[in-house]
């Protein structure tokens, strides 16, 4: 209980167990306040210095992404001194506690500890350190990346940060994403919108406004990939559009609102920083997201696309239709979705299969041809599953996602390695299943009587 409590929402690799458990790890857990000292070589990172330190820096950085109680997590640590100590000068070596701060795991997709990344020449797209984790495999990573940077350098390609702190008027800084918003345009495009949007309401000569202007910009473009468009981020000229100003009582600069359809505006009041926005722009996105589609894997296409695209997918095996009929299997299907809206913020890949359909797949994931229903959440990625062991009911599924979410549980790896061969299915059609139709046999020339004396 005292490894849930800490790590309450926060799945460790996915599908990693949280290891020794119990009395003695959580005494331990519960002594580890933070991994790094200000002794160390490792930069202690937040969201207050983010942005100044790593993304406004010409620096290459290695940063992990950690929680204290995680057993990985303690175990790379003095690694990751010895790493920091060893690239002093040359490369940045800094650590995010993302259980304390995880607006800025938020913002950077952290799914699993320790996570590292390593932010080079365009710092807003920073690459997944997959390498070892050993001091000397980091070190390698980073003079390798470094290389890299160099060569990018000479030949032009530098991709550097740039502070886009120029006025609105001077088009310094990039605001592709930024939609500009007038007295004309903000009704049809905003009030009448399905989407959530994020509105600045800003003045060209307020400095504040010109602070917020590279964070609300490089937020902008971070929001529009990861939510898919679903949220957005504007701004209106509040000295030019002052109707639009009046209406929403704006008397400060800057000022933003949030507006979603069928409510009335909302204050934003959290922090400035483009952590801070990415994060609240993706807790609006989740809560206002449909729950997941609930999929039938009637080819390898549904189910790689699927895997492949969200950290875990569920996959359930029901009995077969003959042993449900059309309303035994509606009300597996109904649970799965009742588990699928429960847990969307997840972004977990929902799929269901017949029993016998996909024996292969049944195979692979341990469930090999009975005990119906059952489920099984696969890391596609680290090719890892773990069984649903108690009953297939809301309770029963909810404890297992419950656990799965706060990285417990015993995991196993899939047979093979990877995925086994998709058979092409037709999709079940909503009906009750039907035996398929015997051969009449004609017993018409058969002497029954003789062959009754015969078998005497």
Known sequence: MCCLNMAQSVPVDGLSPCKNEGTVSCTLFLAVNGLYSASDDVIELTPTNFNKEVLQSESLWLVEFYAPWCGHCQRLTPEWKKAATALKGVVKVGAVDADKHQSLGGQYGIR????????????????DYQGGRTSEAIIDAALSALRSLVKDRISGRSGGYSSG?????????????VIELTDDSFDKNVINSDDVWMVEFYAPWCGHCKNLEPEW?????????????????????????????????????????????GEDPVDYDGGRTRSDIIARALDLFSDNAPPPELLEIISEDVLKSTCDAHQ?????????????????????????????????????GWLWTEAGAQSDLESSLGIGGFGYPAMAAVNARKMKFALLKGSFSEQG????????????????????????????????????????????????????????KDEL
């Not at 909810?398 to 196993?412: H, K, M, P, Y």
Request: hydrophobic share 35%.
């Open 112 to 127: 699993g500890f320790p996570t590292i990344k390593i932010f080079g020449a365009n710092k807003n797209k920073a690459e």
């Open 165 to 177: 702190k120029q006025s609105r008027e001077s088009g310094g800084g990039d605001k592709k994403d």
């Open 217 to 261: 910009a490089a937020a902008a473009t971070e929001v529009k990939e990861q939510t898919k468009g679903k949220v957005k981020l504007a701004a209106v000229d509040a000295t030019v559009n002052q109707m639009l100003a009046g209406r929403y009582g704006i008397r400060g600069f800057p000022t933003i609102k949030i507006f979603q359809k």
């Open 312 to 348: 875990l997918c569920i996959i359930s095996v029901l009995p077969h239709i003959l042993d449900t009929g059309a309303s035994g299997r509606n009300s597996y299907l109904d649970v799965m979705l009742k588990m699928a809206e429960k847990y969307k913020k997840k972004m977990w």
């Open 397 to 452: 599924i909810n404890e297992f996602l419950r656990e799965l979410s706060v990285g417990r549980g015993s995991t196993a790896p899939v047979g093979g390695g990877a995925f086994p061969k998709i058979n092409v299915v037709e999709p079940w059609d909503g009906k009750d299943g039907e035996l398929p139709v015997e051969d009449d046999i004609d017993l018409s020339d058969v002497d029954l009587d003789d062959w009754d």
